[in-house]
């Protein structure tokens, strides 16, 4: 009893270790197939889905620049906003139905607070170089966040309705059942969660991230004072988060499909395949709506995130009136 308890433990670290791995590895090329499809909406023939490989890994072979007034918080906060991801892929299912050793140990409210610690560390990061464009990213993207900060509490207070419950395993479960799959809370829900994603990892309609010009940028204005192995552990960090939440997205609000109940290998290899087709398609939505929206202005960020928070109240309303 004793080995076949010690056996179960693990195989449920292994699993574990994959699913770091699959963020880790696969976030960049996600962000690869964005650009490429940008690109095929505006004609161009682009980048390679691998240039956010060449181009991290290029910043993580040259040394850094500290800036003189920085103190430890612009050394380590580079560290944690990479780290942060891959706390939060521990405790979210990206490959298996069953929940694993630490699937309990936070809800989907405590992997929001996991991912806001990253982005607070950024922000003091770049608040403690004195740069007036490093300040003023920060103050734009924390407005974002909380605009943002509303919304998804009242998706979380919908999903607590629904699943009587808000860990990542079991919530995906109970939206799976026939009854909720097109109910309309569930997919008000969905929709409401995702406007918030755009808002989080910088695309538009909320941001640009291909401009580098001062009066338009609000996540590149942070990390304008990081270079080399720190300015590549951000951006490879931005990654793993898009691909986290678009993970939360797909693997727990939309649906379970794709995920596996078993071990076993061949059926974690055909959950990574469905995972990386499931996400194709997400990187080819947020193309298309980049190619058929302009960037916002700061102050439309308020209308855009307003709308957001009245169809997740929506999502409230319909679910309790038992439509």
Known sequence: MF?????LVTQAILLNMVQLLTVLLLAPLVKG????????FQSRRGP???QPYYDIFKLLRKDSVIPEQASWIFTFAPYI????????????PVLTTFPLFMAFMGDMLGGGFILSLGGFFLVLAALDTGSAFCGLGSSRARFVSFMAEPV????????????QSTIPYIVNQAFAGPALILAPSHILVVLAFFLVVLAEIGRIPVDNPATHQEPSMIDEGRTMEHSGRHLGLLRWGADMKLFVLLTIWLNVLVTPWGLVGSAAPLAVALAITA???????????????????AKL???RIAEYLGAAFVISLLAVITYTMGI
């Open 3 to 7: 080995f076949k308890r010690g056996m």
């Open 275 to 293: 995972l990386l087709g499931k996400m194709a398609v997400a990187a080819f939505l947020i193309a298309f709506i980049e190619g058929c929206f």
């Open 33 to 40: 197939w964005i650009n490429r499809s940008n690109a095929l």
């Open 48 to 50: 390679s889905v691998w």
């Open 81 to 92: 906003y990479f780290t942060v991801p891959l706390v939060v892929a521990l405790l979210i």
């Open 297 to 299: 202005r700061l102050l």
């Open 152 to 163: 998804l509490m009242l998706v979380f207070f919908t999903v607590s309705l629904v699943a």
